[in-house]
């Protein structure tokens, strides 16, 4: 199962709660590129970690995917006591914005929900998602949405385009809780009535008037951000942010041939920073997919 990469789109900043957890108003789509988990029966749980990124995965009690397995246990006692090996391939950058450990969190729920036959209803599980982290309720979802609440009002966007972009990280870790607790600002405008997004061109304009508020506080712990961003928009973006805490940013392109002819550009000039060219998911299914879930109905 692949646990997509999560991008802010644009991330307006709120509130805050009494408990210190910040208020947000946010448009997410997920890519099609992402970690990739898969389970299977075992004699005894096993989690093997592969990929790019394994060696920046923490194993141990604050794994997301063994503390998610672990509550599906909790939860469901008898029905989910099988043992199960889990691979996690990381093939995206750590504590990056782009919440991979929270989507391999969801990854994990969706898959051992299936594995073990587990009877849960999606409210149950977006309700387990977040009590693992803010961002697992969206991921769960990882569809075009609006979420609010601390990310746990979700709103659906059925109509949201599929974007070509290009994601960069200058490969430098940043600690979500520390980008919060900079803001100078904590109640900030919402995001503009959303338009219409018929495509690309149309969302690039209305995402170029929002903003990312934990951007101004990102960048003065890791100036290199704005250089990445920088880097996007002189390949030709027609308009590049960070996405969530940070540090990764992206760019949107107008036609995914130009997201992969910036992204080896960028990864020639900056051969030490990741770079990826991938597109946001579309609710609307494309021909392909349609062709293929025609087939498998016949
Ligand atoms: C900022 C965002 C935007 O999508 O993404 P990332 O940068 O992590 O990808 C999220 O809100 C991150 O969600 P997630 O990474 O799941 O956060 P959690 O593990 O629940 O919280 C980590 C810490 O971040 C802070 N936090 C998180 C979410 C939120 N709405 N307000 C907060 O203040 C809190 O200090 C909390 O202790
Ligand atoms: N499977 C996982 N993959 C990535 N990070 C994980 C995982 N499990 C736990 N973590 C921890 O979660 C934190 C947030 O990671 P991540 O979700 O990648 O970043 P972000 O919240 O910035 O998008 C990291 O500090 C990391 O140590």
Redesign the pocket.
């Known amino acids: 199962m692949i646990a997509s990469a999560?991008v802010?789109l644009a991330?307006h900043v709120t509130g805050?709660r009494a408990d210190?957890?910040?208020?947000?108003d946010?448009l997410?789509a997920f890519s099609s590129d992402g970690d990739l988990l898969e389970a299977e029966d075992g004699s005894e749980d096993d989690f093997f970690v592969s990929g790019h990124f394994a060696a920046h995965v923490p194993i141990g009690e604050t794994n997301l995917v063994t503390r998610a397995r672990d509550l599906l246990r909790e939860k469901f006692g008898e029905a989910a006591r099988a043992p199960v090996h889990l691979h996690l391939e990381k093939n995206l950058p750590v504590a990056?914005?782009?919440?991979g450990?929270?989507a391999d969190a969801a990854a994990a729920l969706r898959l051992l929900v299936r594995h073990w036959q587990i009877d849960i209803d999606e409210a149950t599980l977006a309700r387990l998602g977040l009590s693992l982290?803010?961002?697992?309720p969206?991921c769960l979802a990882s569809k075009p949405l609006v979420?609010r609440g601390?990310?746990e009002a979700l709103e659906e966007l059925p109509h949201f385009p599929a974007l070509p972009l290009v994601l960069v990280n200058p490969n430098i870790p940043l600690s979500?809780?520390e980008?919060?607790?900079r803001l100078e600002r904590r109640e900030n405008p919402p995001l503009s009535p959303l338009g219409a997004f018929t495509d690309t061109v149309s969302a690039a304009h209305w995402l170029k008037e929002a903003r990312n508020d934990?951007e101004k506080p990102a960048c003065q712990i890791v100036p290199q951000i704005e250089e990445a961003r920088d880097a996007l928009k002189e390949a030709n973006a027609l308009f590049a942010r960070m996405?969530?805490?940070?540090a990764t940013c992206f760019g949107v392109f107008s036609t995914r041939p130009g997201a992969d002819q910036a992204a080896a550009l960028l990864q020639e000039r900056h051969p030490d920073w990741f770079v990826l060219a991938t597109e946001t998911r579309s609710p609307v299914p494309t021909q392909a997919e349609n062709a293929h879930v025609q087939h498998a109905r016949a």
């Open positions: 999560k802010n991330l805050r210190g957890y910040h208020l947000l946010t997410v990056s914005g782009i919440g450990g929270s982290g803010a961002d697992v969206m979420a601390i990310g979500t809780p980008v919060f607790s934990l996405s969530g805490s940070g």
